[in-house]
């Protein structure tokens, strides 16, 4: 049976279980790393080896980043929450343009939807009026 694992600590551990169970995982030359064979009868990969290893690899990945973030916080910086999204100056410029037509109904798109879906027309207006303060830089 192939078995393709991206993680390197993910594919350690998948190795290890098939050499725990007597199997011995294999690649050919020029295979890609990630992938893995192991000869063993379905059943036995289906039913204890894969789900075995995504019980233990769950909790490898929750051990591991949970240390990665104290270790970040300790020793690093003390905040540890992820990138603030920031929107490129053209992507803006893009938004802007598609909401000042749709919003002024100068396009015969807009006003085309706008005639046919009256009943979305409070829905309509909440989300030019989100996607205004977004692109004013405002709360999102």
Known sequence: MRISINDA???QLLIALCRRYGLRPYRYPRMH???????????????????EFEAINAALIEYLSSITER???EEVY???????EFMPAMERAS???AVGLFASGTSRQA????????ELGADIEFVIRLAVTVLNGGPT
Do not use: C, G, M
């Open 9 to 11: 600590r993910s594919r």
């Open 33 to 51: 790393r990630q992938t893995l064979i192991v000869k063993a009868p379905r059943s036995l990969v289906e039913t204890v080896l894969l789900p």
């Open 71 to 73: 270790i970040i916080r």
């Open 78 to 84: 003390r905040d540890v929450a992820d990138a603030d």
């Open 95 to 97: 938004l802007r343009r």
């Open 111 to 118: 006003s085309k939807f706008r005639s046919s879906n009256t």
